[in-house]
Nanobody, 128 residues
Framework: QVHLVESGGGLVQAGGSLRLSCAAS????????MGWFRQAPGKEREFVAA????????YYADSVKGRFTISRDNAKNTVYLQMNSVKPEDTAVYYC?????????????????????WGQGTQVTVSS
């Protein structure tokens, strides 16, 4: 019903920057809260950042606060994750996820169980 495609991943040196994009289709994008999650090899999936339908509420994991910025452009049906001052521990597959606005607001944008739809992921590798 909702198709999400991540892009922008790749290899980046520690201290550098990278911007991930997530393009959505299939229903009204502006009705969804969005989230970014990541999973490193041998580790469980973890929350990174989330943004509500209108873009005026955001959440960040403590590990990325001050370095990463989530944003959205509803006219382009796209959510972004700007990654600055990246560290080797940021290396992971990054996933975009979507949930209807009411579900996002009541269940919490930081919880993976909130989200109904997930992208295929994009690999981010940070070299030291």
């Amino acid at each position: 019903q909702v198709h999400l495609v991540e892009s922008g991943g790749g290899l980046v040196q520690a201290g550098g920057s990278l911007r991930l994009s997530c393009a959505a289709s299939g229903r009204t994008f502006s009705s969804d809260g969005m989230g970014w999650f990541r999973q490193a090899p041998g580790k469980e999936r973890e929350f990174v950042a989330a943004i509500n339908w209108s873009g005026d509420i955001t959440y960040y994991a403590d590990s990325v606060k001050g370095r990463f910025t989530i944003s959205r452009d509803n006219a382009k049906n796209t959510v972004y994750l700007q990654m600055n001052s990246v560290k080797p521990e940021d290396t992971a597959v990054y996933y975009c996820a979507a949930a209807f606005a009411t579900r996002w607001a009541t269940r919490g944008g930081q919880r993976s169980s909130t989200y109904e739809y997930w992208g295929q992921g994009t690999q981010v590798t940070v070299s030291s």
